[in-house]
């Protein structure tokens, strides 16, 4: 009895660290941001560098200002920068990506108190952000690739009622119009594959949160190939790989993560099929971002003796 040794939590310790998280999400993301450069070219790249200086020298700038203890170094405000980079079509003036950089780190993450602290995934919100006050934000962009006159992604197009769509080999590729990050679905998926194997992510939420756009729009639409264009279209699978599954504004119990995912999944259906917006994956997140705490509480395990959650 004279080595049992009492102590506050936490009792199990790894080497896994934020940085270490932040870097795995950043590897993961490469090859959305090489396609992107692909696609869209050099104005990609270069929005992607001004949005990430834009995030990191921010967060600097506040540490500073406000005398607190340097964090950029997690790496975390480069991957909100990347992040909030890919979600914005190529037409976004380089103004706008510095102010979406500065409202996502300073308003939505250091003004809550930094990492761990905020409410809402700061990328998600920076880009609702944008989308509320530069319209433009919320069209895409066509590829370099592109044979195209309007310009519309594939997600207006189909609510227009147009028929003339890209292929679905073009949609998987990414020869399309939309966001500079979302369009090739082939680089997101292997994002998703490594962050699996690393364990950084579990796979429910991002597969339950596709899952329910693909059997939704398949009820809705009858039509497998309209579902198929609900799935490779917009930003759902950079919002389900990358941002559904944030650390901070997501449950952390399994259940719950799964309720969060279906949620989402259901609220873009709702905001794509019956909404003023061809697209509901940032809505959703952000919706579900708030709604998070009440999940995680209602889908907590009870301790064996202990009262039940109300």
């Known amino acids: ?20 998280v932040m870097r795995d999400v950043l590897i993961a ?21 001004i949005c990430v200086a834009s995030a990191v020298i921010a967060e600097a700038l506040f540490c500073i200002i406000c005398k607190r203890p340097q964090t950029v170094g997690d790496l975390s405000a480069a991957v909100t920068g990347l992040l909030l980079a890919l979600n914005l079509p190529a ?40 989308l509320i006050s530069f319209g433009a934000v919320a069209g895409g962009s066509d590829t370099v690739f592109a044979d195209t006159v309007s310009g519309a992604t ?11 769509l890209p292929s679905l080999t073009d949609m998987l590729i990414g020869n399309r119009g939309g966001a500079i990050g979302e369009t090739c679905a082939i680089a997101l998926i292997l994002g ?38 609900q799935v490779l279209g917009g930003g759902l699978l950079i919002g389900a790989i990358f941002m559904a599954t944030d650390y901070v504004t997501t449950p952390i119990n399994r259940a719950g ?11 873009t259906v709702l905001i794509r099929f019956w ?26 395990k009870k301790p064996l003796g202990g009262a039940k959650n109300v």
């Open 192 to 229: 998703f594959v490594y962050l699996v194997l690393r364990k950084v992510i579990h796979w429910e939420t991002p597969v339950i949160f596709v899952g329910t756009v693909f059997v939704l729009s398949l009820l809705v639409k009858q039509d497998l190939t309209a579902a198929l264009y």
């Open 29 to 49: 993301l490469l090859p959305a941001t090489a396609a992107s450069v692909v696609f869209f070219g050099l104005r990609a790249a270069l929005m992607v560098l």
């Open 257 to 267: 993560k799964c309720v969060f995912a279906l949620g989402c999944g259901i609220i």
């Open 275 to 300: 909404g003023s917006y061809p697209e509901g994956v940032s809505f959703s997140i952000l919706i579900m971002n708030i709604l998070s705490p009440y999940i995680e509480k209602w889908c907590a």
């Open 1 to 20: 009895m004279e080595k049992l040794i009492i102590s506050t939590s936490p009792h199990l310790y790894t080497n896994v660290t934020t940085k270490t």
């Open 154 to 164: 594939p997600l207006a197009a189909i609510k227009a009622g147009e028929t003339d």
């Open 91 to 130: 037409k976004t003036a380089l103004w706008q990506c510095v102010v979406g950089s500065v409202f996502a780190i300073i308003v939505v993450k250091c003004l809550f108190g930094g990492i761990g602290c905020n409410f809402a995934n700061p990328a998600i919100t920076g880009r609702i952000f944008m």
